[in-house]
């Protein structure tokens, strides 16, 4: 298995763009570790490089899979140096989820923050995860006026009752109780 540090700084080397930050990465990595093993997922991958960082903690414990709206060459250069197979699927971030598999034991969710997708989001990929599963939303505590995750995840929340699992920067996680 690739370590964390080795997994972060392989992330933060990715080509194209990439909106995480260091400690962001290797929080991924912490988190998504202590996900049950079982299937994992990115929604709304860029290029990659929060995959790169999270799914190395995965290694051996569950097909990998990431999902953004439009198929990158930078992505599938990326991903290509994991050392684990990735399935790509490509769409809007509520459509994917049909493509995934139930019984998720990892998700993060950094799609559309706006209006149109994270209520959708939450819809549906809540309810993929696996008891004990982990969530993640990124742009969690954005202060712009077209990012709503905070808003809807909060209400989700209310209701859910899921596990607070802490943050780090804009991102907030969250375990299926079970």
């Given at each position: 298995?690739?370590?964390?540090?080795?997994?972060?700084?392989?992330?933060?080397?990715?080509?194209?763009?990439?909106?995480?930050?260091?400690?962001?990465c290797a929080w991924l990595y912490d988190v998504a570790g202590r996900a049950p093993d079982g299937p994992a997922i990115e929604i709304g991958v860029l290029c990659g490089r929060s995959v790169l960082a999270w799914a190395c903690a995965r290694e051996g414990r569950g097909e990998v899979y990431a999902a953004d709206i439009k198929d990158r060459?930078?992505?599938?250069?990326?991903?290509?140096?994991?050392?684990?197979?990735?399935?790509?699927?490509i769409g809007l971030s509520w459509e994917v989820a049909e493509q995934a598999p139930d019984g998720l034991a990892f998700c993060f969710i950094d799609a559309d923050h706006g209006e149109e997708g994270i209520p959708r989001d939450i819809k549906v990929w809540p309810q993929k995860m696996r008891p004990g599963g982990i969530l993640v939303f990124h742009d969690y505590d954005v202060w712009k006026p077209t990012v709503v995750v905070k808003r809807e995840v909060d209400a989700w929340q209310a209701v859910?009752?899921?596990?607070?699992?802490?943050?780090?920067?804009s991102a907030k996680a969250f375990r299926r109780p079970g």
């Open positions: 298995m690739i370590g964390r540090d080795d997994a972060v700084a392989m992330a933060m080397a990715c080509a194209g763009r990439g909106h995480m930050t260091l400690e962001e060459a930078e992505l599938h250069q990326n991903l290509a140096t994991l050392p684990m197979p990735v399935t790509v699927l859910a009752r899921w596990e607070d699992l802490g943050s780090c920067r």
